[in-house]
């Protein structure tokens, strides 16, 4: 039953004289009363369990979200007081503390009624810009950490001038919602501060505590253990890294951790969706996504591969309007060299979007110790280098889908695209492609940790790629074998040194490099051997020392080194073109000729195996 909210606005602390450096004067704090249709206490969610673990490891960026409300013209202190109100008593996630102690389960516990403090700052004047000035009370608000066990996981802050509000911003923990929940936030504080009607609880929404009881359930277990073999048959088959550049590609001046984002603003773009979308009748984002497929697969030589997709567990009915943390990857494969046309590619990534959208509910520990199983059978890394996050999904869809119109006019707009670049950048993937619009104009990113190997000439090389191949779409289907010719995209430079194994790409330089790593003192080199079904593999040959006597001391001392230093964000020395060998030969003595391979194999022999005999103890489940 809906039931009108009480807000109490009072002031309750003034500011200390001289706490202005930043021009903004703390007026009054106001009381904003709440209150919910029920508080009560469980256990975590899957996606809550996860994230309990990993924000306190992560940077600050990462453990909150930050945002500037929407403000419709003539809100007023007592509106966004009145709107904060109704959301803190909609959404039991902006309300709950977060507790765990040694030896127990965490458990999330939901405050049934509260206060939320809504700081109000004076400005001396008023800005010609107000981004800079909701940055500023987002600083403010960042200067502490959250206390999740002890205070609400939202903190709220405006800016006011003479009294009348100029910007909001809301400060959540990312134990309390992802950027989806944020977008919910926002879109209803929008409808509540306009509208004094709408200011009701309303019918009772899908709350973690609702969703930590489906997991637990049999039908949610049961597709929690689906999620995790299917994320198990793409990891043993996807390639370690997608986009695996040369290590020497900027001239050996590598340079890890070094941001930089691509920005594409393409009205071309989004006129092409139209025109592609009434052919195929498939969402207009599904061939963004199936166009940045094509152009990985054509400048990667990758033919089957899986493109993670953040968030997308999301697109489910009951989590469209779900506060929480939600947002989990979703992995399917596609096989490109099974497709001939992009129409056809289309209409695979939407069949994969399916499949992909009930992977992402997985339970995060088990499928840690899955991809540890893989990386040690493996000899590789299981990390999402490669990516893709589909941001305008959140976005509302026009009330009437936008007439296609003449094919030409797609051409005509080619010539108003623009690009720009900045070194800048929040996530850790080596390439991230983000849609963030497709209406109006198509904005297409794309951003790496890694500004060396993919320098922004290659970033805007693919997204004009991508770009190409939609208004080249827009006229009619296009042949997959006419990329190169359609949008100036070519594979990669791949010479002698470059061995396909296991579906992964791999440099024999960074392979041997590992080898000298991982095993000083040994007179270790690797050779590309194929077993005995005529596949391409690694086998090292090395010499025993004090450390590394049996193949499975070997393979663990390879294994230990193949990430990298992941010890700061963003990553660095990641080994994304080296995998570990698959089988070891441990020889009595090293040959003259270390790099001959005929030599290594007259040596008599102290003992050899793959060093895969046993996976390494798993952790404790949740």
Known sequence: MNRPIVIEATMTEREQPGDAADGLRLAERLRVVFSGQRGGQGPLTLNQAHLFAWVPTSTMYNRMFEWTLAMPDGTGLEDIAAALSVLMGRHESLRTNFLGSSGHEPVQRVARSGELALAVYEVSQEPSDLGPLAAKLASRMRATEFDLAAELPIRAAVAVRQGAPLTAVILCSHMAVDFAAMIVIDRQFRELASDPASRQLGPPGHQPLDQTAYERSPRGRSRAEAALRSWENQLRQAPQCVYSVPQDAAGGQESAGEYATGWLWSHAGALALWHIAARTGIARRVAVRAAVWAILARRTGQRRFALPTRQHNRFERHLRDYVGPAAHDGISSIDVSAVHSFDELIRHVAAASLIQGRSGLVDHAELIKVASEIEHDRGITCSRECAYNDLSAYQEEPARPMAAGDPAEVMRALGESRFSVTASGNDFELLLFVLDQVDGEMVLRAQTTNASRVQPQEIESLLRGVELLL???????????????????????????????????????????????????????????????????????????????????????????????????????????????????????????????????????FMQGSGRTAHPPRASAR
């Open 471 to 605: 208004a080249a779409a827009a006229v009619g289907d296009v042949r997959l074998d006419q990329l190169g010719e359609v949008t100036g995209v070519h594979p990669l430079p791949r010479g002698p040194g470059w061995v396909r194994i296991d579906s992964c790409w791999i440099e024999l330089s960074q392979a041997q490099r590992l080898l000298d790593d991982a095993l000083p003192g040994s007179a270790a080199r690797v050779f590309v051997v194929p077993d005995p079904g005529g596949e391409a593999g690694l086998v090292a040959y090395l010499t025993a020392t004090d450390n590394i006597k049996t193949p499975e001391q070997a393979h663990a001392a390879c294994l230990a080194l193949l990430p990298g230093d992941r010890s700061s964000r963003p990553p660095g020395g990641i080994r994304y073109t080296a995998m570990t060998p698959g089988r070891y030969v441990i020889c009595t003595d090293a040959p003259d000729g270390r790099r001959d391979l005929a030599a290594w194999q007259r040596q008599a022999v």
